[in-house]
Nanobody, 115 residues
Framework: QVQLVESGGGLVQPGGSLRLSCAAS????????MGWYRQAPGKQRELVAT???????NYADSVKGRFTISRDNAKNTVYLQMNNLKPEDTAVYYC?????????WGQGTLVTVSS
């Protein structure tokens, strides 16, 4: 039974930064690609960034150049550094395996970008 625990969200002004963390347990973390997803109010969940087991990354166009995904396999943790945040980045952020997500999602971490 995999457990995913996201943290690091909060309220930030436009242009600000946050670093999200996702700790995974109960699975062989290092061999899987992982992704960060987000769900804004009234919208479907969308994929934001992915990272392979070898460290190759990919980003949605909306966050390219502002967000950076990374991972620490020794700590079973994946990170999302978010810079130059915009109000449209407001959402609950989740991590999960990519592309074959685990059925069990974490509780997510809320990011609110507002002045």
């Amino acid at each position: 039974q995999v457990q995913l625990v996201e943290s690091g969200g909060g309220l930030v002004q436009p242009g600000g930064s946050l670093r999200l963390s996702c700790a995974a347990s109960g699975s062989i973390f290092s061999i899987y690609a992982m992704g960060w997803y987000r769900q804004a109010p009234g919208k479907q969940r969308e994929l934001v960034a992915t990272i392979t087991s070898g460290g190759s990354t990919n980003y949605a166009d909306s966050v390219k150049g502002r967000f950076t995904i990374s991972r620490d396999n020794a700590k079973n943790t994946v990170y999302l550094q978010m810079n130059n945040l915009k109000p449209e980045d407001t959402a609950v952020y989740y991590c999960n395996r990519y592309p074959h997500e685990y059925d069990s999602w974490g509780q997510g971490t809320l990011v609110t970008v507002s002045s």
